[in-house]
């Protein structure tokens, strides 16, 4: 993350609230317990596959999501700060202060040269049977398409998570967080961006914003292989991905 705080974008919506100004910038690096909190809230106890596992249900397996989520963004911060990008939303009253996080993007940077990491979730140690269950549905979903082999990058801006605040969605905020990663990868000369996108909105604005769908998997097929029911699902759970803005 960068030490001073660039804004990415300002723009305007219309809530049942009146007129709202918005801005979505860099997270400032004393707001790292508000992006927790946002992430705990609404992203661990909704997202499709923490969701499956059965997380939002067990006091226990949230704590341990918690305590997960901020050892992995404190551990990242500190090693690797320039290839974490952490994007917030807030309201635009006013340019000096940052108020309520009301949304949030997290992206990294992949390159093709980075040292191999084990990326088998299953193997790692927990605490919950919950929390085994989530990391043993992503190690399905991710074995199943590798966007950098796939098309042969040599560097992708990955995704590591998109959340909004039930109180502001259905205002174009996740399409506009899609956006400015189409805006990042051009800054960085980074020529794709690409999700998961698990879910009906998450796909219905990355459609919006222009992305492309280039694998996807019927939930029900998904469902059967991770021995779990997903509800409220779209038909299938699509990796989508986008070019750079030309700015």
Known sequence: ??????????FTVKSKDGELKL????????????????????????????????IHKSEEALAESRELFVTEMSTDIAKSPHNLII????????????????GASITTVAKKDDPEEDMNFTD?????????????????????????KDLNLDSFLDDRGVVINPKYRGLGIAQMFFNVRRQICHNLGI?????????????????????????????????KEAGVVFEDVPPSCKFMTAKPLSI
């Open 1 to 10: 993350m960068s030490q001073t705080p660039r804004v990415w974008r300002k």
């Open 23 to 54: 801005r979505i910038q860099d997270m400032p690096s004393d707001r790292l317990d508000d992006l927790n909190d946002i992430f705990l809230k609404y992203f661990v106890t909704e997202e499709t596959s923490h969701k499956a596992a059965g």
């Open 87 to 102: 994007i917030i939303c807030c309201l635009d009253e006013d340019p000096e202060v940052v108020g309520e996080i009301i």
């Open 124 to 148: 790692k140690k927990t605490k919950t049977k919950e929390v085994a269950a989530m990391f043993a549905i992503i190690d399905i979903l991710f074995s199943k398409y590798d966007v950098m």
């Open 191 to 223: 020529p794709l961006t690409g999700a998961w996108m698990t879910s009906a909105g998450s796909q219905k604005a990355a459609a919006r914003d222009g992305w492309e769908t280039v694998f996807e998997i019927p939930y029900e097929e998904f469902g």
